[in-house]
């Protein structure tokens, strides 16, 4: 798949997995893990932000382990590599660029501005959140000259 394709898979499929409206909901994390292909058990802690809204966001903390998972070194004594320290620069600038961080990355104090944490408007937003870091992880990676596969779902779009 040609690299703009690519990114633009990653955003889709993430949105559609949060959004729940062509597949049920996953949590951002776990959309994020599923949008890799990678196993979604331990991105269940990722929920709303740890699951008690005191962590970072899911999507974004998400979106670090699926680089380290892909371009980390697999022996746990190795170094770090450097497509890893390159893509974690990169993506840690893009986050910073490109999603609405209001008073910071913790789950409570981004959704805090929504009355219902339940609401559309939430949602919504939490959405684009799981959509651009999506990208972003798919953009970065790419970036370091290493191909990736993003899982893709009919209607995703």
């Known amino acids: 798949m040609p690299r703009d394709e690519t ?14 409206k062509v597949t049920p909901h996953r949590s951002c994390g776990i959309a994020i893990a599923e949008t890799f292909g990678r196993a979604t058990g331990p991105y269940q802690a990722l929920r709303k932000g740890g699951i008690t809204g005191c962590g ?3 999507a974004v903390v998400g979106g670090r382990l699926v680089l380290g998972e892909l371009l980390g ?7 770090v590599t450097p497509e890893l320290r390159g893509a974690m620069v ?7 660029e490109r999603v609405d961080r209001g008073q910071g990355l ?30 972003t ?4 990676i ?10 893709t779902l009919d209607g995703a779009d």
């Open 137 to 140: 992880v798919a953009e970065v």
């Open 90 to 96: 990169n993506f840690e600038a893009k986050v910073a």
């Open 106 to 135: 913790v789950c409570n104090t981004l959704t805090a501005p929504f009355s219902e944490f339940r609401s559309p408007e939430r949602a919504a937003f939490c959405t684009t959140i799981a959509a651009t870091v999506a990208a």
């Open 142 to 151: 790419l970036g370091q000259d290493v191909g990736v596969d993003v899982h």
């Open 56 to 58: 970072e966001c899911g």
């Open 7 to 20: 990114i633009e898979a990653a955003r889709a499929t993430a949105r559609a997995l949060y959004e729940g």
């Open 73 to 79: 070194d697999p022996d746990p004594t190795g170094a």
